[in-house]
């Protein structure tokens, strides 16, 4: 496993964005890991806001060296919040491409991003509700956290802790392992109809596979479509 920098922040912007900034002061041998007890612009995928309060959830970002396939990144970013949701006692289910509900809601978001002045370099930012008791309001869609999942209020360090170790694993699975891990994982939503953005543009949309490279394809009423990038509400 890379030995790991940790930057502990009270407040920041949003930590992806941190890193961003401080990329070239980064030791490229090992995984720096920034977290924040609170993010006043948190960003969630497709320019959405991740709903930030002090205190109560994990907003961290993973920036490592990185010079492998971005969404074979996801998917193992995925996984990694899968399985450490899974060691709270917290049964979820990925939903394409990496965000984690359950019936409840949504618990956690992946937004992985690359600096495109340092090659080589990628930013994974992982948000997890962890302590929060009531969903925000203002959201347009529901939302859950561990706590309202288990009754149990768990350290947001101790999730930090094991997401750390349980991506330190995925990086070190071979590609063939993750993306069947990931497939299986998100096999639920095969037929299946959602609704789902393409191009600015929502239609309901029947899914009709999902492959292990990340595509999807998928039938709306204007016809059969295969994408690797969309929002599924």
Same mark, same amino acid.
């Given at each position: 496993m890379l030995p790991t920098t940790c930057i502990s922040l009270k407040s920041i912007d949003s930590t992806n964005s941190f890193a961003r900034r401080n990329l070239r002061e980064f030791d490229p041998t090992h995984i720096t890991i920034i977290s924040a007890d609170e993010q006043t612009q948190g960003k969630g995928?497709? %320019?959405?806001?991740? #709903? $930030?309060?002090?205190? =109560?959830?994990l907003y961290a970002t993973f920036a490592f060296a990185y010079q492998n396939s971005p969404f074979l990144l996801a998917q193992i970013a995925a996984l990694a919040t899968f399985d450490t949701l899974n060691s709270f006692g917290v049964k979820t289910r990925i939903k394409w491409p990496n965000d984690l509900i359950t019936d409840k809601g949504k618990l956690s978001g992946v937004l992985i991003e690359y600096a495109q002045e340092e090659?080589?370099?990628?930013?994974?930012?992982?948000?997890?509700?962890?302590?929060?008791?009531?969903?925000?309001?203002?959201? %347009?869609?529901?939302? #859950? $956290?561990?706590?309202? =999942?288990?009754?149990?209020?768990?350290?947001?360090?101790?999730?930090?802790?094991?997401?750390?170790?349980?991506?330190?694993k995925q990086l070190q699975e071979s590609s063939i392992h993750i993306q069947t891990q990931w497939q299986n994982q998100v096999i639920w939503?095969?037929?299946?109809?959602?609704?789902?953005?393409?191009?600015?543009?929502?239609?309901?949309?029947?899914?009709?596979?999902?492959?292990?490279?990340?595509?999807?394809?998928?039938?709306?009423?204007?016809?059969?479509?295969?994408?690797?990038?969309?929002?599924?509400?």
């Open positions: 995928r497709n %320019t959405n806001k991740w #709903s $930030s309060p002090l205190g =109560e959830n090659i080589g370099w990628a930013i994974v930012g992982i948000g997890i509700n962890v302590l929060m008791k009531s969903a925000p309001k203002g959201l %347009t869609r529901a939302a #859950s $956290s561990i706590y309202l =999942e288990t009754h149990q209020e768990v350290a947001v360090a101790k999730v930090l802790e094991k997401l750390s170790l349980e991506l330190q939503m095969v037929g299946n109809r959602f609704p789902i953005k393409i191009d600015g543009t929502v239609e309901e949309a029947l899914i009709e596979s999902i492959s292990p490279e990340g595509f999807l394809t998928c039938r709306t009423a204007s016809g059969k479509k295969t994408i690797s990038s969309a929002e599924i509400f």
